[in-house]
């Protein structure tokens, strides 16, 4: 019975490593280790143990780092026919067609496209195309896996809709199936607006 929480802990450390996410492979690693922590004592293997205690400590070292380490966010327009954005975009196809369709993005002629910076680095990118005078349609809200924490959107959605409002709109909305991006979506603040779906995809709609 109790090689099963061995079997347990390996399982969640390896997982941990899956993740793309630096904070998110802190905090799955720190379950993994402290299940080792247990294992260790249960079987009386102490430098099992001890090993692991040190991994809890270093896991949380890094995790209060992480939380006490202003971050910050700026909103950087985009040029058109810009050289950066199509390696951006390159360099990200294959996570971009998991959740949106490029084929159908015109984001050279899109009225608003811009990077999102984190601490500098160009974190994630944003069009927008005008669906009427106060609403924008969202054609593209794309985070790098290494920045994917909500805190890009939370920004985005909360912090910065003066953005938005100063240029005319106060309502977005966008279309998806991909229930990840439905699940990002509805922790922004979105809400499904089922009036406006499509034939192949779900309307999600925000009032700012």
């Given at each position: ?32 280790s402290l299940t080792f922590v247990i294992y260790g004592l249960l079987i009386k293997a102490y430098p099992i143990a001890i090993l692991n205690i040190g991994t809890v400590g270093i896991n949380i070292y890094y995790l209060i ?144």
């Open positions: 019975m109790l090689e099963y929480i061995g079997y347990l802990a390996s399982v969640i450390v390896l997982v941990s490593l899956l993740m793309s996410s630096v904070k998110k492979l802190r905090w799955i690693n720190l379950f993994g780092k992480m939380t006490n380490t202003k971050t910050y966010f700026k909103i950087l327009e985009i040029d058109k026919n810009s050289k950066y954005l199509e390696h951006f975009l390159l360099l990200n196809k294959d996570d971009l067609k998991n959740y949106f369709d490029m084929k159908e993005i015109d984001v050279d002629n899109a009225e608003v496209k811009f990077y999102i910076l984190r601490d500098i680095v160009p974190a994630g990118v944003f069009v927008g195309a005008k669906k009427d005078n106060h609403t924008l349609e969202i054609v593209l809200d794309y985070v790098s896996p290494a920045y994917r924490d909500f805190s890009i959107g939370k920004y985005l959605y909360s912090q910065e809709k003066q953005f938005f409002l100063d240029k005319g709109y106060d309502t977005m909305i966008t279309y998806t199936t991909n229930p990840v991006h439905m699940s990002y979506l509805k922790k922004m603040g979105f809400e499904r607006f089922p009036e406006q779906d499509q034939e192949d995809s779900f309307c999600y709609k925000i009032t700012l």
